[in-house]
């Protein structure tokens, strides 16, 4: 921390972050309530997605556990891995076939996924962004 006081470019670097520092903190807001609408939705609609083969039990011998199984759970999934995935939510979830069967589940499956990449992790991140690269003019 002591070279933040030894080097003026990083002080304005500091700056532009607190300087908007309510706009930031009322768009993270903003951001956490949209992740907890899609978690919601995600929870309610689409559980089944939310498995994971990689987890492994060690000793247990099994494989594979859902990373949704409560309200609270799936809401930190979704936060976690739809801030650090790329495409969104999609990235992680387990793909649904699309037959006769899934069809309606497909169709919401494709609007969740798509949706939440547009509002979250284009719109909202960009316009953090966009707020301390503005500060820095």
């Not at 689409?46 to 994971?52: A, I, L």
Request: charged share 15%; with cysteine; glycine share 8%.
């Amino acid at each position: 921390m002591d070279l933040i006081k030894r080097f003026p470019q990083l002080q304005s670097v500091i700056e532009s972050v607190t300087l908007n520092g309510n706009q930031l903190i009322a768009t993270a807001v903003l951001g956490v309530v949209v992740v907890y609408i899609y978690s919601c939705l995600c929870f309610v609609f689409v559980y089944d997605s939310f498995f994971r083969w990689e987890i492994n039990f060690g000793l247990l011998d099994r494989r594979g556990e859902s990373i949704c199984s409560s309200m609270m759970h799936c809401f930190l999934t979704v936060l976690n891995f739809g801030m650090r995935a790329g495409g969104g939510i999609g990235d992680f979830l387990v793909n649904i076939s699309y037959s006769q069967i899934f069809e309606s589940l497909y169709y919401f499956r494709a609007f969740i996924d798509e949706t939440y990449f547009i509002i979250f992790t284009t719109v909202l991140l960009n316009v953090i962004f966009g707020i301390i690269i503005d500060s820095f003019a």
